[in-house]
């Protein structure tokens, strides 16, 4: 925020945006009369600058008449305020602004280059429209192709169009640098600018582009009957508020299927000579304030941009990805044996290998397949002195590609495909994750059968990796947040030496050898894998990618499980402050723990008792003490290595409130224990968690998180289709039982964020 409000003067110089945020000011909020307050609304809330917006699932004539009734009888505005589009001038000269700030904790370089909002109502404007996302969908993609590159000018970068203002935009790059770096990272943005200037894109790159933007448009058109109703809102308040046309997905698909092919390299290029001119420009650099942190000067600024259009001397080239995905096609297996929950509409297959799959057909999505794969046993069999490896591998090799692709080939390679598989590895189990389109269901196996058995490392990629996670995680201590939440997180681990955050000196025990050795022995054996599948498929299309591809992984029958690292929550109360920050604010979190029966009935009481609380402290901290914006409760529950919960209740304040803020806390806790809560406060939580399954039941990612959460803990699966009758039975009393139970006054630890003395 600090760093934000030296930058809008600069960005928005010239317009009342540059000196009045909406947010308003300190003064104004601080002094403002009862009558101004009361004039403010009557300019400015009225019928004429007012649209009613209704999207679900509703009779339409019902609920016109209900808003007929209850907005058509508001007067109109007797002498309405003229409502004024302030716009932003164009910049005749660029414009630099160099920040930096003892808390921030990264270097970026940003490049702005401010234009009027476009016209958005024209056939001609939506071309266009898709002609910019070509061009910075492509040049984003260098971009991030130079980031894997050893010693590349930049952690990350990109380029695209955004919003700023009602009647502005921005075309901007953007680049997170190293310290010390701010010129060579500016330099390799304009740098490849001036390439794309000079020599264009290639035709691979259009195409490529063309596929993924292609895909895009026939996923949403195939599932325009499945759009969310906030989303549909959404896009009716832009047209409202913004003037975005509206013509539907199968229209705006028909206008895709008319321009995307005709639009050429040239034009493409032709774009790519123009995207950045001078006019309008400011570059924006903000780096942590530390020692030694040396900040180039404007002038130098100016000479790196003047001087890099001369520094592309040679085309972009890209080796091309060849070869097929797989190589070569494995040993099907077997359905050893079939279950069906038929009750539920889940089929369960066991496989020749021992690994079980289930799956779960659904009607709501037309182009979406969602799964999730999982095995006991994760980072917690590797020995301490591979724990860092162990806990990396996944994302190591990953980083390296599959098979015989690097991560870049594979990009390319399915580029405009709609399937993604990742794996994971976490402290007590290992697996995979992803989705795709039926269209694409058999790259989906592909991906998973070469994840299990393909694995691939790549040194160059895992030097890169292991250098930019060093140069992201350099300033992280700058952060009074991220220094708060290493404290409580030493208090809750009891400083065990697996519950430590990465640190720069912990990425040194990376090693990539190590972390592929522990992967490959993680995902040898898939006979103790579930495979949970949700979404548009039929059984007799899974089956023989099933047999083929889960049934042909490797098997080793290996009974083992999960090891417990001693891990374990503090007894007691416990207290622990932190001073740090220069701004004056605190803020606190009391968590408490304990012992916990991981069953539905308890899932149920925990999660609707923290609900409760909430709306009890949001009342009191908020409402009627005016002492924080917000406050924030939630439970968290786990099985394995032990049954235990954690309620976590946080809140930020004034320093000077913290305390007796606290103790307000506790005494609400307090009484909260003695008494059941009133009735109407638990109706709005029964009702909510209801309503929460009826539409979570209707999603296929909800679906699957719950269907994967009851197999992996050994539930009854069918248990959770019947969870709404567990909601409706919650009551006052349900709720202090898990009050008491839950709010330990004896057992909690309270930490503390002020700012520095």
């Known amino acids: 925020a600090r760093l934000q409000d030296q930058q809008m003067p600069v960005l928005l110089a010239g317009s009342q945006y540059a000196t009045r945020l909406p947010i308003g000011t300190t003064d104004v909020l601080t002094t403002f009369t009862h009558d101004r307050l009361i004039q403010f609304y009557r300019d400015w809330y009225r019928p004429d600058l007012m649209s009613v917006i209704a999207v679900g699932d509703f009779d339409p004539s019902v609920v016109e008449a209900q808003i007929r009734t209850r907005f058509a009888a508001i007067p109109a505005a007797t002498a309405p305020k003229p409502r004024t589009a302030h716009t932003i001038p164009v910049k005749a000269e660029p414009a630099f602004l160099l920040l930096t700030d003892p808390e921030q904790t990264i270097t970026q370089v940003r490049v702005d280059h401010i234009t009027g909002a476009p016209d958005q109502t024209t056939l001609a404007s939506y071309r266009a429209n898709i002609v910019e996302s070509l061009f910075s969908g492509m040049m984003s993609a260098r971009f991030a192709e130079m980031a894997q590159k050893p010693d590349a000018p930049f952690l990350g970068a990109g380029a695209g169009r955004s919003g700023i203002v009602r009647t502005a935009e921005s075309q901007a790059l953007v680049a997170t640098v190293r310290e010390g770096e701010i010129e060579r990272g500016l330099e390799a943005l304009f740098v490849e600018m001036a390439r794309v200037a000079r020599f264009g894109f290639t035709a691979t790159e259009l195409e490529r582009q ?51 092919p005709s639009i050429t390299l040239d034009e493409v290029n032709t774009l790519g000579r123009t995207w950045a001119p001078t006019a309008g420009r400011m570059v924006m650099v903000t780096a942590p304030a530390k020692a030694g942190m040396v900040m180039p000067t404007q002038a130098r600024l100016a000479e790196v941009i003047t001087g890099s259009t001369t520094k592309a001397t040679t085309p972009w080239t890209e080796e091309a990805a060849t070869g097929a995905l797989l190589t070569s096609a494995p040993t099907p297996g077997s359905i050893a044996a079939t279950n069906t929950l038929d009750a539920v509409g889940i089929t369960e297959w066991t496989l020749s290998n021992g690994a079980k799959v289930v799956l779960k057909p659904t009607p709501f999505k037309q182009d979406e397949i969602v799964f999730r794969a999982f095995s006991p046993g994760g980072s917690s069999l590797a020995p301490d002195v591979d724990f860092i490896p162990a806990s990396t591998a996944a994302q190591v090799i990953a980083a390296g590609g599959v098979g015989t692709m690097s991560a870049l080939d594979l990009r390319r390679t399915l580029a405009g495909v709609a399937a993604n598989v990742s794996a994971s590895i976490s402290t007590y189990d290992e697996g995979l994750g992803g989705g795709g389109s039926p269209k694409d269901l058999e790259t989906l196996f592909q991906l998973i059968y070469l994840r299990f058995t393909q694995p691939r490392a790549d040194r160059q990629i895992f030097d890169v990796m292991r250098e930019q996670t060093k140069a992201a995680l350099a300033n992280q201590s700058a952060s009074p947040d991220f220094i708060f939440s290493e404290a409580l997180n030493e208090v809750m681990t009891q400083n065990h030496p697996r519950g430590r955050s990465m640190t720069p000196a912990l990425v040194d025990q990376m090693d990539l050898d190590r972390s592929l050795a522990f992967y490959r022995d993680r995902f040898s054996d898939a006979s103790d894998f579930t495979f949970v599948f949700v979404g ?222």
């Open 536 to 757: 548009a498929f039929d059984l007799a299309t899974m089956r023989p990618l099933v047999e083929r591809y889960l049934a042909g992984l490797p098997s080793l029958a290996r009974q083992e499980t999960w090891k417990d690292i001693g891990v374990r929550a503090p007894r007691g109360i416990i207290t622990r402050e932190v001073e740090r920050g220069i701004e004056p604010r605190s803020t606190t979190r009391i968590i408490f723990t304990g012992p916990f029966e991981y069953n539905q009935d308890n899932r149920t009481a925990i999660r609707a008792m923290t609900s409760v609380l909430q709306t009890r402290l949001r009342n009191v901290l908020r409402e009627d003490l005016g002492g924080t914006y917000s406050v924030g409760v939630g439970a968290t529950y786990s099985r394995i290595p032990t049954q235990e919960y954690r309620v976590t209740i946080s809140f930020g304040s004034d320093p000077s409130r913290t305390v007796a803020l606290q103790n307000r806390v506790m005494q609400e806790i307090e009484a909260f224990r003695k008494e059941s809560p009133p009735e109407r406060d638990v109706n709005d939580i029964r009702e909510a968690m209801v309503r929460e399954f009826e539409t979570g039941s209707r999603e296929n990612g909800y679906l699957l998180t719950q269907i994967a959460g009851r197999y992996q803990n050994n539930e009854d699966v069918a248990q959770f289709f019947r969870i709404d009758d567990s909601y409706r039975a919650i009551n006052p009393s349900l709720i202090h039982d898990a009050a008491r139970r839950f709010l330990d006054a004896d057992n909690y630890v309270r930490g503390t964020l002020m700012p520095a003395r």
């Open 210 to 260: 063309k596929r993924i933007v292609a895909r895009s448009i026939e996923r949403a058109v195939a599932e325009r009957e499945n759009q969310q109703s906030a989303d549909l809102a959404a896009e009716y308040s832009r047209n409202y508020l913004e003037g975005e046309p509206i013509p539907g997905i199968v229209y705006e698909s028909g206008l895709f299927d008319r321009f995307l």
